[in-house]
Structures are given as C-alpha cells and as structure tokens.
Nanobody, 124 residues
Framework: QVQLVESGGGLVQAGGSLRLSCAAS????????MGWFHQAPGKERAFVAG????????SYADSVKGRFTISRDNDKNTVYLQMNSLKPEDTGVYYC?????????????????WGQGTQVTVSS
C-alpha cells in the first residue's frame, strides 16, 4: 500500500525557516515526479515546487522562487522542501504528492498519490 507521510510543519515567525519532509513507502518513487502543494485557508490547493524523477529538473511557483528549495533522496524515498524567508501568506497546509510520470507536473489533477498534509503557520 502506497503511503506518503509529511512532517516538519509548525509555527514560525515571519523571516524564519522550516524544512518539510515527505517519506514515501509501499514502492519506490525514484523515477517519478514529486511535488509540494500549498492550501491556504479557504483556497484551493496550489503548486509550490516539483522535482522530476532522478532529480533531473525542478520547478517553482513564482511566489516562492529564491526562498524555497525542493530536493529528494531516492535512497530514502523522501522529498524535502526547505522554506526560508517565510511570510504570513505562506501559512496553510502543505501536501506532498507523487505523479507517475518522469517530468515535473504543476497541476493537482496530474498527481496520483497524496500525503495527509502538514500545517505551517507563519506569524507576523
């Protein structure tokens, strides 16, 4: 059974940093694209960052470029999101997902597996 488990969320002041992790189990995802999405209160889930299978490429939403970095450790079947210079508008639930394709996908509907989410709250 495929399972994605996010961790690392919490409460942080504006300007601070957090590192999110998403551990996958049930099969290897080393050749599949993985991504992070953000869902703010009352809003739809939105793409934040993605990484292709084999770490060949990355993609970021404009709002996080230069602040967030996505990476993956295929030996651990884990994807990370390093979030720096956090802003109050970054507050929300962060979900990781797996798309059963090689290259990065930016749309929610293109992802096949999802984690349960981890809450990030940035205070001003």
């Amino acid at each position: 059974q495929v399972q994605l488990v996010e961790s690392g969320g919490g409460l942080v002041q504006a300007g601070g940093s957090l590192r999110l992790s998403c551990a996958a189990s049930g099969r290897s995802f080393s050749m599949y694209a993985m991504g992070w999405f953000h869902q703010a209160p009352g809003k739809e889930r939105a793409f934040v960052a993605g990484i292709s299978g084999g770490r060949a490429g990355t993609s970021y939403a404009d709002s996080v470029k230069g602040r967030f970095t996505i990476s993956r450790d295929n030996d651990k079947n884990t994807v990370y999101l390093q979030m720096n210079s956090l802003k109050p508008e970054d507050t929300g639930v962060y979900y990781c997902g797996v798309a059963k394709v090689y290259w990065v996908r930016r749309n929610v509907g293109e992802y096949d597996y999802w984690g349960q989410g981890t809450q990030v709250t940035v205070s001003s």
